[in-house]
Every structure is written in C-alpha cells, then in structure tokens.
C-alpha cells in the first residue's frame, strides 16, 4: 500500500516540478584542440603534460576555455597508471564579463588498459579539487575561490581498421564516453557535472605517436540546476609520447 501512495504521489507531483523548473537550454558548436605528451623517464615514473584549447562559438568564434597541466605518471606496471598533476584553466569572458577567470585543479588519477584480441580498451578515475576564483564585478576578480571536488570516469575503446596495427600510418576507429560528478558544500543542484561521448579515429604518424581527430557531444548542467549547455564540438588533438629509458641489451 505505502508503495503504491508513493508511485501515485510521484505520477501527480513530476509534472508540477518540471512545470516548476523549466529547463533552459543553451546550444554551442566548439573546436577543441590539444596537444598532450607523456614522458616516459624510467620504468616506474613518468611526465604528463598537455595544453588544451576551445573556442567559444560557431566553431571559429572567439576563446572559450584554455587549460595548462603538467604532472607526475608512476607505472606499477605496464597496464596500470598514477598520475597526479596540476591543471590551470583560464576561463574567458561570458555573459557580459569582460576579464578571464582562472580556476586551479590538482588532480589525481589512476588508469587501467587491456586488449581484446586486436582491440585495446581502457578505463580512468580521476579525482579533481577545483578552485575557482570569485569574480566581484564584470572587470575585477576577487582574492577568494569556490572550491568543489569533481569526480570523472571515462571508458574507452580503439580498433585497428587498416592491416598496419598501431605502427605508422595505421588508422584505428575509437569510442569514448566519460561521466562527470561534482560534489562537495557547494554543490546543490548540478551533482551531474556532465556527459561527454566521443566518436572518431588515430591515425599514426609514428609508433608512439598519433592525430586523434572526431566529434565530442558534451551535456552539461549549470549550477542553478535548470540550465544546461549542449555543445558539438570538433577534436583535434596529437599524442606525443616519448620514451628515454635505456634499451636493454
């Protein structure tokens, strides 16, 4: 009986809160482009550094978002990474602010690959601690931050379509998909951060290294609670990854 009042209470009150709360929707089309490196130095660690840029609008309308990391990777072993590293993020100008507003984020992560026949998978948690400088008006940026933890957590999968696998010149398909939580004193209405799905290929430009190109849906809500960005975003990105161990005899 208890269920049943409440399912009957849930069907009669759902409409009235989304009648309540309409929900606002703010479209963009973006081009993100990074260039990312990982260093290996020896066995056991490692160097991870990036640098990311997106643009705000119709694909070549101004700079949204640009993010600066460098960090520390430890290998356990060769299917098993560590890493944490500091990322500074400049937000550009929005809704009539006319300064860039940095946020701060170490963050720490730990990654995991296996390989299904010719198929590579992987799978990362990451841990970040957000600091976002408050902003007093539209042309002054305050001495204190708001601070949030983001929880983000990503699967991934890479398959060869060309004879040549992941040497030089070879092509893969890859698919992506990575949650994003927020949580902490701050946070009230947006625990969902957002969604990002990726669909796209490499292409080798060596052993090691590759051009990661393809089309990213991002799904995000807004920290009111009722508004949400939907972006399309083209992704341009090449890995970098050098590795100066010693060769072994």
């Given at each position: 009986?208890?269920?049943?009042?409440?399912?009957?209470?849930?069907?009669?009150?759902?409409?009235?809160?989304?009648?309540?709360?309409?929900?606002?929707?703010?479209?963009?089309?973006?081009?993100?482009?990074?260039?990312?490196?990982?260093?290996?130095?020896?066995?056991?660690?490692?160097?991870?550094?990036?640098?990311?840029?997106?643009?705000?609008?119709?694909?070549?309308?101004?700079?949204?978002?640009?993010?600066?990391?460098?960090?520390?990777?430890?290998?356990?072993?060769?299917?098993?990474?560590?890493?944490?590293?500091?990322?500074?993020?400049?937000?550009?100008?929005?809704?009539?602010k006319t300064i860039i507003v940095?946020?701060?984020?170490?963050?720490?992560?730990?990654?995991?690959?296996?390989?299904?026949?010719?198929?590579?998978?992987?799978?990362?948690?990451?841990?970040?601690?957000?600091?976002?400088?408050?902003?007093?008006?539209?042309?002054?940026?305050?001495?204190d931050y708001d601070f949030s933890?983001?929880?983000?957590?990503?699967?991934?999968?890479?398959?060869?379509?060309?004879?040549?696998?992941?040497?030089?010149?070879?092509?893969?398909?890859?698919?992506?998909?990575?949650?994003?939580?927020?949580?902490?004193?701050?946070?009230?209405?947006?625990?969902?951060?957002?969604?990002?799905?990726?669909?796209?290929?490499?292409?080798?430009?060596?052993?090691?290294?590759?051009?990661?190109?393809?089309?990213?849906?991002?799904?995000?809500?807004?920290?009111?609670?009722?508004?949400?960005?939907?972006?399309?975003?083209?992704?341009?990105?090449?890995?970098?990854?050098?590795?100066?161990?010693?060769?072994?005899?």
């Amino acid at each position: 009986m208890f269920l049943k009042k409440l399912l009957l209470s849930s069907i009669v009150t759902f409409p009235i809160l989304l009648t309540a709360q309409t929900k606002q929707v703010q479209s963009a089309n973006q081009i993100w482009m990074s260039y990312n490196n990982t260093t290996r130095i020896t066995d056991k660690w490692g160097i991870w550094a990036d640098y990311q840029v997106k643009t705000k609008d119709a694909f070549f309308n101004n700079t949204d978002i640009i993010e600066k990391t460098l960090g520390v990777i430890y290998y356990p072993n060769e299917t098993i990474k560590l890493t944490a590293a500091f990322t500074q993020v400049d937000l550009h100008p929005t809704d009539g602010k006319t300064i860039i507003v940095p946020e701060y984020r170490p963050w720490q992560m730990i990654q995991w690959q296996a390989k299904t026949g010719s198929i590579k998978w992987s799978s990362w948690i990451r841990l970040e601690e957000r600091f976002k400088t408050k902003v007093i008006n539209n042309t002054t940026l305050g001495s204190d931050y708001d601070f949030s933890y983001r929880l983000r957590y990503n699967v991934f999968s890479q398959l060869p379509i060309t004879k040549r696998k992941y040497q030089k010149g070879a092509i893969s398909l890859v698919a992506s998909n990575e949650l994003y939580l927020n949580f902490g004193k701050n946070i009230v209405y947006n625990v969902f951060d957002q969604n990002r799905a990726f669909a796209g290929f490499f292409f080798y430009t060596s052993k090691r290294d590759f051009l990661q190109f393809g089309y990213t849906k991002s799904y995000q809500q807004l920290s009111a609670g009722n508004k949400f960005k939907s972006i399309d975003a083209v992704k341009i990105s090449f890995f970098n990854n050098l590795d100066f161990r010693k060769k072994k005899a």
